[in-house]
């Protein structure tokens, strides 16, 4: 009985974290990006941080939105993708996904 009640509680408590968790979206402004390839370059190293869901760079206002969970990866995690490849982000604008 005392590892049922055990095995339960864990079991409230891992459900419990999971509700927290949320998919999150920033805007990050990535003033080094110049040329064309820059945004292809930005979506693909952002790409590959483990929880990010989707990533849009633009020359338009050189930008990067990404979506990602924030149960797994973190907005540090994600512009030092960005300056891991040499183009340094500052947030914009975050805040949970609608």
């Known amino acids: 009985m005392r590892y049922v009640i055990v095995a339960l509680s864990i079991m409230t408590a891992l459900s419990s974290f999971s509700a ?11 003033p080094g990006m110049h040329c064309a390839s820059c945004p292809y370059m930005v979506e693909q190293a952002v790409t590959a941080v483990e929880g990010v869901k989707s990533v849009e760079a633009t020359m338009d206002d050189r930008s990067a939105t990404v979506t990602y969970d924030d149960a797994v990866t973190t907005v540090d995690a994600i ?20």
């Open 20 to 30: 927290v968790a949320e998919e999150q979206t920033v805007k990050l402004s990535v």
């Open 79 to 98: 512009r030092g993708a960005t300056a891991a490849i040499g183009y340094d982000s500052t947030v914009v604008e975050a805040g949970a996904k609608s």
